[in-house]
């Protein structure tokens, strides 16, 4: 991971709240070949004690089932809005352009669940996601019989991370005219640079103390 010092967020509980928000993560795995395998799931996040657990449930069956049958050694990958940033909105242009991002890298040893948790889980990702307590997409709108079929295909599972990493690249390292530069283009850009802005204005009094 590109890790610096001046891309690192210090209040831990903004890392997470930031997963929270991009809990459609990539769960990457390695296959019995020693290839990677990777799949994009919806995310639960539990704290128990001093360990943060991540759970989800996946299709049965599938290569990325049977990788993680083989290895319980896995990383998952929380991403955010990004852009493209122009050396030519700096002060100094004679530097290299590059982009600004957001990502959560979180590994960790995965266990496999038993039928009571998936429901459990079923339960709680239609209830987070739905957001409306009188949906008819809610878990406890479904048929007994239809639960029984879907769950047979399914497997849930739960991930303890082991370490936490995390790059929010937001050009933390310029200076005030540059960093204001950056903001007026990224404003004035497509919606992901716009999410991008946004990140940065709520930093930019923590960067430059006036």
């Not at 996946?58 to 290569?63: A, E, H, N, P, R």
């Not at 047979?152 to 204001?180: M, P, T, W």
């Not at 991008?196 to 006036?210: I, N, P, S, T, W």
């Amino acid at each position: 991971m590109y890790s610096l010092p001046h891309f690192k967020e210090k209040d831990a509980s903004v890392v997470l709240e930031f997963m929270k928000q991009h809990s459609f993560a990539t769960l990457i795995c390695v296959d019995a070949e020693q290839k990677p395998v990777a799949t994009q799931i919806p995310f639960l996040f539990t704290e128990r004690g001093e360990h943060l657990y991540l759970r989800g449930h996946i299709m049965k069956g599938t290569d990325h089932h049977k990788a993680m049958e083989l290895n319980q050694q896995v990383l998952v990958l929380f991403t955010g809005p990004h852009a493209y940033i122009s050396a030519s909105w700096y002060e100094n242009k004679q530097q290299a352009s590059t982009w600004n991002y957001m990502t959560v890298h979180a590994r960790g040893e995965l266990t496999f669940l038993a039928e009571k948790e998936l429901l459990e889980i079923l339960d709680e990702t239609t209830s987070f996601y739905e957001n409306d307590p009188v949906s008819p997409a809610l878990y406890k709108e479904m048929s007994p019989d239809y639960v029984m079929r879907l769950s047979k295909a399914i497997v849930a599972f739960e991930v303890r991370v082991v370490r936490l990493e995390h790059v929010f690249k937001l050009s933390q390292n310029r200076d005030l005219k540059s960093y204001d530069n950056i903001l007026a283009n990224l404003e004035a850009g497509d919606p992901g640079a716009q999410a991008v802005a946004k990140e940065m204005r709520k930093r930019k009094d923590q960067l430059f103390d006036r």
